[in-house]
């Protein structure tokens, strides 16, 4: 038998370069334009000049600034504008150190006025300036940031003279701007998709690389200083990019969904982020977890379970004990939920409906609703991202665990989701109930009963062993949260009421009930469809998700109106159900389109048009709900003093201030009682009485008539309880209901002090215990 011998084609030396050029020129080319352009980025200088301040507000807040306090009216000395120090004055720069590192602080002052010093401290490290009757500008250099500070730079002058000296203008300038890890991440995203890319057609290739080459440098242009740092952004877009060549095979759908997500990742400057107060609980849990402490609220305190998010605080454990920020960790984190969350509405969608242009309504019309970009892509610090995200996984995953296989992972992705939040568990009862009348149905379909013993397994399986810890570590079936914030009453219900139909309202009601109601029409006529078999007993097509994600919906209204609802912004509740939702509404859309075209099929040719009537109705609904979304994004944000988002933000910033200020000037036995129990407590680790009972058993768990009738989650509280514990500080903010009772008039005084970021606190103080004040 003759020998075959093995031949190997060599690629033209044509083609061999084409294929380097693509997959190492590119990256290349970037990285060198990325680096080249680091000294032109703008926005790596922040003036500040004085009675020129951009947006400022009574609340000290403006472009640029926080808490500018302490200053006199602006006035004119030797030609220049300046302001007097008003005896101690000060003010924060945001963000200073996203510019990059080290900072250049150049200050304009003059004494104008007796030759005193004058004492000024940038970000706590104290100078002595001896200052003259003329302008002169005094630079520093700040090296690293302060950990009290984060990312800001804090400014502060203080002077006892009788007239105190004047300040023209602060520079604050980047000697050595970021740059070079976005610019290595920025090339490795690249390099991957060119790779992931390599048997596609060059134009194709050259065009989805060059969109997102061109991306990287337009954002390095128009990066301005934020939370994030242009590293984090590119990461995240690149990663995003990455996923887009994998899961959007049609070049047209991951062009739209690259603009969703660039987007996305814009919101953090466009409209700024925030983080919310109660975020701050589950990191106390977390701290004190990695310390040693257990799952406790209190260090050596009662065990209480303060937290109905177990699986966000141990994500936040993890960030803290890797020595991350977590604020910063937590909008990275949402953020990169945000963009799954997305995806993953995308891929629900054509694994529905295929690959045609319906699918891309769900990720556009989640990316553009205000309650969605509010708990995702602009932080808050909640867990509601990673409980939108594992729900809609859940969701999909039950619906193809129908076909006979993934049970037990669909069970196992339940169980995620219930031990983010405990809520969770309306989709595992959704699908159990689903995968039951399928079981119960006169033509029953047999592969129904393994996968529903599958889903059950694969949820007790990772859910049992953690329910049976925490019900012997806390001795409660529910959380505490769940005490202190429900009731039994009729004006609860009520609440829940106004709460739901705000949020509709919010979506555009009357485009939700059209497109509902052609979902629901189509899902009729499918009904019988759905349920036949082959002579083996086995589907012949794979049932429609919509009656899993009817029920889903249904059971989340029902429960979040039954509960109440809650006090935070866009009604946080309903978020984790709008990839669901938003995937109805677009079978809505389909089935008016598939309705239309059993009209023109069937009728007249004279009135074969009338088929185009049911799609006109439902393009110019979703067209009205994208209406009713987009228009109020601009007021909701983070940095406008005028709305609500910003209130919420300015609550944590004044309590992360009070806990430093406990942190720094309290002796470690010093006890707090307060009625907002997230940012101080984390800062100033210290006791802290919970005195609306989210963590603090005996609250929680009181019987109230009124409930219902006040703010939600904040209607339980026992004054004398309280006072009895003897808290040495109560927060102004606390006092209200307190001040009215000649107990605490006799037994605290009020003391104002200057914050450590230059703000000015109010507290109540026991008169017994004034040593707890260090000197």
């Given at each position: 038998m003759a020998s075959v011998t093995p031949t190997t084609t060599a690629l033209p030396a044509s083609a061999t370069r084409r294929v380097w050029l693509r997959l190492v020129g590119l990256p290349m080319l970037l990285l060198l334009l990325l680096l080249a352009m680091r000294p032109v980025a703008p926005h790596q200088t922040v003036t500040i000049t004085m009675g020129q301040e951009a947006g400022l507000n009574p609340q000290g807040q403006g472009e640029h600034l926080y808490n500018f306090f302490g200053w006199g009216n602006v006035g004119t000395e030797l030609g220049r504008a300046a302001r007097r120090i008003d005896p101690t004055a000060s003010f924060m720069?945001?963000?200073?150190?996203?510019?990059?590192?080290?900072?250049?602080?150049?200050?304009?002052?003059?004494?104008c006025g007796p030759a005193e010093p004058v004492q000024f401290s940038l970000n706590g490290t104290p100078y002595i300036l001896a200052l003259t009757d003329d302008w002169q500008a005094y630079t520093f250099t700040v090296a690293t940031p302060a950990p009290?500070?984060?990312?800001?730079?804090?400014?502060?002058?203080?002077?006892?003279a009788a007239l105190r000296p004047l300040v023209h203008q602060v520079t604050v300038h980047a000697q050595q701007p970021h740059g070079i890890t976005g610019a290595l991440l920025a090339s490795g995203a690249l390099l991957a998709v060119l790779w992931l890319m390599r048997a596609a057609p060059v134009r194709q290739q050259l065009l989805w690389a060059g969109v997102v080459l061109f991306s990287a440098l337009l954002s390095r242009w128009l990066y301005a200083p934020q939370l994030l740092t242009w590293a984090m952004l590119i990461g995240l877009g690149g990663a995003a990019a990455i996923a887009l060549t994998v899961l959007a095979r049609p070049l047209a759908h991951r062009l739209i969904l690259w603009a969703v997500v660039l987007w996305l990742l814009a919101l953090p400057q466009l409209l700024g982020t925030w983080v919310l107060d109660d975020a701050f609980i589950s990191l106390r849990y977390a701290r004190n977890l990695i310390e040693g402490f257990g799952f406790t609220f209190n260090p050596g305190g009662e065990r209480v379970e303060g937290y109905t998010n177990f699986l966000w605080t141990m994500i936040m454990a993890g960030v803290l004990a890797l020595g991350w920020e977590p604020v910063v960790a937590a909008q990275v984190l949402t953020s990169a939920l945000a963009i799954t969350a997305?995806?993953?509405?995308?891929?629900?969608a054509v694994a529905w409906w295929g690959?045609?242009?319906?699918?891309?309504?769900?990720?556009?019309?989640?990316?553009?609703?205000?309650?969605?970009?509010l708990y995702s892509a602009r932080g808050s610090g909640m867990e509601t991202a990673l409980v939108m995200m594992l729900g809609t996984a859940a969701l999909w995953l039950i619906w193809r665990a129908q076909d006979g296989r993934g049970g037990v992972l669909a069970g196992g992705m339940c169980a995620l989701v219930v031990m983010t939040r405990p809520d969770g568990a309306l989709i595992p009862l959704a699908g159990g109930l689903i995968l039951l009348a399928q079981v119960l149905a006169p033509r029953s379909r047999r592969p129904a009963l393994p996968i529903l013993f599958?889903?059950?397994?694969?949820?007790?399986?990772?859910y049992a062993p953690y329910y049976l810890w925490r019900f012997s570590y806390y001795g409660y079936p529910l959380p505490n949260t769940f005490y202190a914030k429900t009731g039994a009453t009729t004006a609860q219900v009520l609440r829940g009421v106004d709460y739901s139909y705000t949020f509709f309202a919010s979506l555009g009601l009357r485009s939700v009930l059209v497109l509902l109601g052609f979902s629901a029409l189509g899902m009729l006529v499918a009904a019988g469809q759905a349920v036949r078999a082959t002579p083996s007993g086995h589907p012949p097509v794979r049932l429609s998700p919509a009656p899993l994600l009817w029920l889903f919906v249904l059971l989340s209204v029902t429960y979040v109106t039954l509960v109440g609802g809650d006090q935070f912004p866009l009604a946080r509740f309903f978020v984790p159900l709008l990839p669901a939702l938003l995937l109805l509404l677009t079978h809505g859309v389909v089935q008016a389109h598939t309705l239309g075209q059993v009209v023109a099929a069937q009728w007249d040719q004279r009135v074969r048009w009338l088929g185009y009537a049911p799609l006109a109705g439902a393009t110019l609904a979703v067209i009205l709900l994208a209406y009713v979304n987009i228009t109020p994004l601009?007021?909701?944000?983070?940095?406008?003093?005028?709305?609500?988002?910003?209130?919420?933000n300015r609550v944590t910033l004044k309590n992360r201030e009070l806990g430093w200020w406990f942190r720094f000037n309290t002796a470690p036995d010093t006890v707090v009682a307060t009625a907002?129990?997230?940012?101080?407590?984390?800062?100033?680790?210290?006791?802290?009485?919970?005195?609306l009972g989210l963590n603090d058993t005996h609250i929680a768990h009181l019987e109230i008539e009124t409930m219902g009738q006040g703010i939600a989650g904040a209607e339980k509280t026992d004054l004398e309880y309280v006072l009895n514990q003897q808290p040495d500080y109560i927060p102004f903010s606390t006092s209200g209901p307190y001040q009215e009772l000649p107990r605490f008039q006799q037994e605290y005084e009020l003391l104002t002090v200057r914050g450590p970021e230059g703000g000015e606190i109010l507290l109540f103080r026991r008169r017994d215990r004034e040593a707890s004040l260090r000197p």
């Open positions: 720069v945001p963000y200073a150190f996203r510019m990059g590192q080290p900072l250049l602080v150049t200050v304009t002052m003059c004494g009290m500070y984060a990312e800001a730079l804090y400014l502060e002058w203080h002077s006892d997305v995806l993953l509405s995308y891929r629900f690959p045609c242009p319906f699918v891309l309504l769900p990720p556009v019309l989640l990316a553009i609703n205000p309650a969605f970009l599958g889903l059950v397994g694969g949820f007790a399986l990772i601009p007021s909701l944000d983070s940095r406008d003093p005028s709305g609500r988002i910003w209130g919420e907002i129990a997230g940012a101080m407590p984390f800062y100033g680790d210290r006791y802290t009485i919970d005195t």
